[in-house]
Nanobody
Framework: QVQVVESGGGLVQAGGSLRLSCAAS????????MGWYRQAPGEQRELVAT???????VYANSVKGRFTISRDNANNIVYLQMNSLKPEDTAVYYC?????????WGQGTQVTVSS
């Protein structure tokens, strides 16, 4: 089992910044990939940013140049630095951890961007 806990969400004005954190614990030796997804009301969950198994990064077009994913491998933590936030970034942000036998998700953290 892998436990996934996100933190760092909140309310921010448009143009502001937030940093999300995701910490994985438990059977972390089995982790392949960690990344961030989000889900807005009435919408499907979508990829925001992730590391690949090869160590490169992938970003949604809508966040390129504004969001940066980074990680602390020693402590199994992944971060999402979000700058120049827009109202359309408002969503619940979820951390995803991929292991060979499936996925684990955190409980989500709400990000609200006011105009």
């Amino acid at each position: 089992q892998v436990q996934v806990v996100e933190s760092g969400g909140g309310l921010v004005q448009a143009g502001g910044s937030l940093r999300l954190s995701c910490a994985a614990s438990g059977r972390t030796f089995s982790i392949n990939v960690m990344g961030w997804y989000r889900q807005a009301p009435g919408e499907q969950r979508e990829l925001v940013a992730t590391f690949t198994s090869g160590g490169s990064t992938v970003y949604a077009n809508s966040v390129k140049g504004r969001f940066t994913i980074s990680r602390d491998n020693a402590n199994n933590i992944v971060y999402l630095q979000m700058n120049s936030l827009k109202p359309e970034d408002t969503a619940v942000y979820y951390c995803n951890v991929k292991v060979p036998y499936g996925d684990y998700w955190g409980q989500g953290t709400q990000v609200t961007v006011s105009s």
